[in-house]
């Protein structure tokens, strides 16, 4: 790809190919026009592997419009995926049962993945192997989420989690923001702990939002600088606003307001 200033050295430790194993940047898609995601995939595509589909708003799309934005992302070599909450929401409402036919349906889509998360509803150890390796069972490609958005989980039973993700099959766990941030603050302990204990080339950091509570704008920047000066620029990195893209890969490669990264 032929960029302006081609001249203007960036850090070598950023991956540019994809398909990425490491380094990806996921991007959450709560609703997104397809004219916008569109105009955004034209510039920004080579910055972003992962696209979330959020909650459950899967449910609501007229099913064609669904299908075209899939095709849409995997022609840019996009991985779309469904949130982890949908599938929370239906083993909620309708129980284990519910589950193949909910598989099913995501692969009559056209999805390939999708997250098991239990952020709203707990999941025993237990559970949580069995629901991963149902979804892998039936052809999908599973991302395991470890942490709540209600509950403060002590950083050893994130890396408890994450290693039953991993065994049971999940090829990639995010680790949910909320464990990450203490009113908008990172706990940088538990971020050397994962660090210590996990396999960082299989494992995504969440950065938190405004559905965090005392999250602001300059805190979700901050995590960000933290996060690439603790892990590199090849990071695993979710949760990124659209709107950010260009800035969060700026940051990636030493062009950011911040400079090169350490």
């Not at 540019?16 to 026009?33: E, F, H, N, V, Y």
């Not at 669904?66 to 070599?77: G, H, I």
Request: net charge negative; charged share 25%.
């Amino acid at each position: 790809m032929s960029t302006p200033f081609g001249f203007v050295p960036i850090d070598g430790r950023r991956t540019q190919a994809k398909p990425r194993k490491t380094g990806m940047s996921m991007i959450i898609d709560d609703g997104l026009p397809l004219a916008y995601v569109e105009s955004v995939l034209e510039i920004a595509a080579p910055y972003i592997d992962l696209m979330k589909i959020k909650t459950g708003t899967a449910r609501l799309y007229p099913r064609e419009v669904l299908m075209r934005k899939l095709k849409l992302y995997q022609s840019k070599a996009i991985k779309p995926f469904i949130g982890g909450q949908f599938h929370e929401y239906v083993f909620a409402t309708m129980g284990d049962a519910a589950l193949p036919a909910f598989y099913d349906e995501a692969l009559a889509l056209g999805f390939t993945t999708i997250e098991i998360s239990d952020n709203t509803v707990p999941l025993t150890e237990k559970q949580r192997f069995s629901q991963i390796a149902g979804a892998v069972k039936a052809g999908l490609e599973v991302f395991g989420e470890v942490g709540s958005k209600e509950t403060m989980s002590n950083p050893a039973l994130l890396i408890d989690q994450a290693k039953v993700c991993l065994d049971a099959g999940s090829s990639l766990v995010l680790v949910e923001a909320a464990e990450l941030v203490d009113d908008g603050v990172v706990r940088e302990a538990t971020l050397d702990i994962i660090k210590k204990n996990l396999p960082m080339e299989k494992i995504m950091i969440e950065l938190p939002g405004p559905w965090i509570a005392g999250v602001r704008s300059c805190d979700i920047e901050a995590m960000k600088k933290m996060v690439f000066a603790e892990f590199g620029p090849d990071v695993n990195l979710a949760n990124i606003d659209v709107k950010t893209i260009f800035d969060t890969e700026a940051q990636r490669v030493g062009l950011g307001t911040g400079g090169p990264i350490k």
